[in-house]
T-cell receptor
Framework: DAGITQSPRHKVTETGTPVTLRCHQT?????MYWYRQDPGHGLRLIHY???????DKGEVSDGYSVSRSKTEDFLLTLESATSSQTSVYFC????????????FGDGTRLSIL | AQTVTQSQPEMSVQEAETVTLSCTYD???????LFWYKQPPSRQMILVIR??????QNATENRFSVNFQKAAKSFSLKISDSQLGDAAMYFC??????????FGTGTSLTVIP
């Protein structure tokens, strides 16, 4: 399996608090992605990165920010968490080769009360 | 933007029988890649099979095969000799030339003993 670690695996927090999720890879892949998974919606892209300090928004980026200061780490931050951000969050990585799939972390279950 | 549609939210199949999961997509690109992922209750995202759009031959991986119809923009997954371990959510995914991935909303497959 691709070396992707997400932390934490589970988190419960309160509305209005900041939350940071971490994705760490050992594969030196160029592309990294954050998704959220909700019933009936599949996987929706929040943000992605195509290199150190190079990021772009996905379809559901409102309320989220990201940073990538090193190739191996991609952080997702909820500046002020809301109950609508309760979800399962997946990090994924991909090589800079167009026929390659994404490889996923194990997901973070985030509950905002 | 590309869209991926899985029109079957739920499917069921008798053990040892064959089932086909459908996927259609919309794109103006001529070169792209398609994937099927499996997500069992463990929440892991597991790559099942991939297809290059420039290849006419349908991809096959053991009991899993695809029916790729480029003109119709259709990419269905056939599972032969279904096993209890095949029970999972299945996602169809599209990789664009811009290195973004687009997912369908998933099909939940139940295998009946």
């Amino acid at each position: 399996d691709a070396g992707i670690t997400q932390s934490p695996r589970h988190k419960v927090t309160e509305t209005g608090t900041p939350v940071t999720l971490r994705c760490h890879q050992t594969e030196n892949h160029r592309y990294m992605y954050w998704y959220r998974q909700d019933p009936g919606h599949g996987l929706r892209l929040i943000h992605y990165s195509y290199g150190v300090k190079d990021t772009d928004k996905g379809e559901v980026s409102d309320g989220y920010s990201v940073s990538r200061s090193k190739t191996e780490d991609f952080l997702l931050t909820l500046e002020s968490a809301t109950s609508s951000q309760t979800s399962v969050y997946f990090c994924a990585i991909a090589r800079d080769t167009s026929n390659q799939p994404q490889h996923f972390g194990d997901g973070t279950r985030l509950s905002i009360l | 933007a590309q869209t991926v549609t899985q029109s079957q939210p739920e499917m069921s199949v008798q053990e040892a029988e064959t089932v086909t999961l459908s996927c259609t997509y919309d794109t103006s690109e001529s070169d792209y890649y398609l994937f099927w992922y499996k997500q069992p209750p463990s929440r892991q995202m597991i790559l099942v099979i991939r297809q290059e759009a420039y290849k006419q031959q349908n991809a096959t991986e053991n009991r899993f095969s695809v029916n790729f119809q480029k003109a119709a923009k259709s990419f269905s997954l056939k599972i032969s000799d279904s096993q209890l371990g095949d029970a999972a959510m299945y996602f169809c995914a599209y990789r664009s030339t811009g290195n973004q991935f687009y997912f369908g909303t998933g099909t939940s497959l139940t295998v009946i003993p």
